[in-house]
């Protein structure tokens, strides 16, 4: 898989932003659509991207479901960071490879 530039573009630009899950997951999402429409790509590449796009869940994001997990997704906390977000497109791209 090639450097994926509009990730890497996102975690310069949003060092320091925190975001909620749903939030998170949107900024995956879109990233990810980013990447495939890139033209560099390879069709082997692009369909690792789309496959990505259609496998992503919230447990790349966050694998824990305690009580405070529940209390702070019920209240739209926002807690996850850029750097989160960039782990959970890489692990859901390196899953898809």
Do not use: H
Not at 25 to 45: F, G, I, K
Request: hydrophobic share 45%.
């Amino acid at each position: 898989m090639r450097t994926l530039n509009k990730v890497i573009e996102f975690k310069q630009e949003a060092p320091n932003a925190l975001f909620t899950k749903a939030q998170a997951l949107a900024v995956m999402l879109r990233l990810l659509e980013l990447e495939r429409q890139q033209p560099e790509n390879t069709q082997a590449e692009a369909t690792v991207l789309e496959n990505a796009m259609r496998s992503i869940n919230f447990r790349y994001l966050d694998a824990t479901e305690t009580q405070t997990d529940q209390l702070l997704d019920s209240l739209g906390v926002a807690r996850l960071t850029a750097e989160d977000i960039v782990q959970a497109v890489e692990a859901v791209v390196f899953d898809m490879e």
